[in-house]
């Protein structure tokens, strides 16, 4: 199972080579609307194939909201679990340095009255609403220890942030890192079972959703072929985190900024690995219209279609675009539609298998592709059925050769953003039209 999680290709080229979705939304959907507001958001992605979790360990995982409260509640995810989990203690802490918390500033969650919980397979549970003052980007770490063995347990696939295990004889209200080591290097930095924090406001509570694939999730490469990048590890580089800053330096305080991207993604096809995720189309409702007080959607999603051989399918692409962005408008959600970035030069991506390494057939960047890019970028601009269009393209784009990101938004795989890439990206969006 390691071997899935050493992957040298780019988390952004993956996608399936299974039939085009139908272009129906999975599920009927609603509009949530509630005194909480979602402050922090990570998408489950599949079953973690990470080392099993046993009673007397402890999983510490740490999380930056966007925006400021005081009272709270916490959301596991079991949705995509095929076994019950059964913890026996959840708490939440300030973070001091690594894995040490902040003294006096640790608080146990409680479900139903409880502090032992568990969540059933395919399902997901919300904590009991807990006073702890939350600031925007102070880093909260979360405390799981099992009840009984967790074999495997859902995440979100490339958290980008640090997680620590205490091996044994260790408490989640624990202040001290003794006994705490980092799990396995990216890509096994995922977030455990965790999926969304939430702060309780009477007013002034609006959510942003930035909904993509690896670049909304903030995946980083390099100049090896398409290896991940330690840059921005655990410094909250994605573009939405920029774009969240800028918003709190703007006064913008009832808006808060929750990522829905997952690296690998499809608009209209499930991951080839399942931890590339279900499609967009099955995952919206889950996704962004299950969230409370969604305002307004940033989409950027659809390189992961085009790159698939043997044909990009620009039409079909736009065609399943167009259902996610009317399902949104349905619904009173304001959509910004992100015109696709370029990708010309990037090589095709490589697992590492205990046989040897396999070659994904990955094209994004091919002529072809980027020929069918233009023609969905056209789309996006002059008939996209979306409220505005923030034009990526020409924020991050070469312009001598504009089929090239300029090279320093370029992470060095000529596909995914650097740091100052996603900075760019956010500086991109006009805060008016949100």
Known sequence: MRALVLMLGSLLLIACNS???????????SRQSSNWLPVWNASPTDVSPASPLLPGQVVRQFIAPHADGDRV?????????TSPISLASVTLGSQDVGAALQEGSVRELTFGGKAAVTIPAGASIVSDA????????DKIAVSLAPASPILQMPHHYTAREVPYMALANATTTQIADTGFVPLSPDPLNSWLLISGLEVERKSSRQTVVALGDSITDGFIGNAL?????REGVGLDARYPDFLARRMLAAGLTQFSVVNAGISGNSVGKDGILPMFGPSLLKRLQRDVLDLPNVRTVILLEGINDLGIAPVPDATGLIENLNTVVLALKAQGIRVLHGTLMPARGTRAAMLAMPEGPIELGAQHGTAEVEAAR???NTWIRTSSPAQAVIDFDACLRDPEHPA???AEYDSGDHLHPSVAGYEAMANCINLSLL
């Open 225 to 229: 072929p398409l290896a991940g990048s």
């Open 130 to 137: 807990l006073a702890f003052p939350v600031r925007a980007f």
């Open 374 to 376: 233009q023609q969905v």
């Open 19 to 29: 039939e085009t979705a139908s272009g129906k939304i999975a599920a009927p959907i």
């Open 73 to 81: 509640r916490l959301k596991l995810s079991n949705e995509l679990g």
């Open 404 to 406: 090239y990101l300029r």
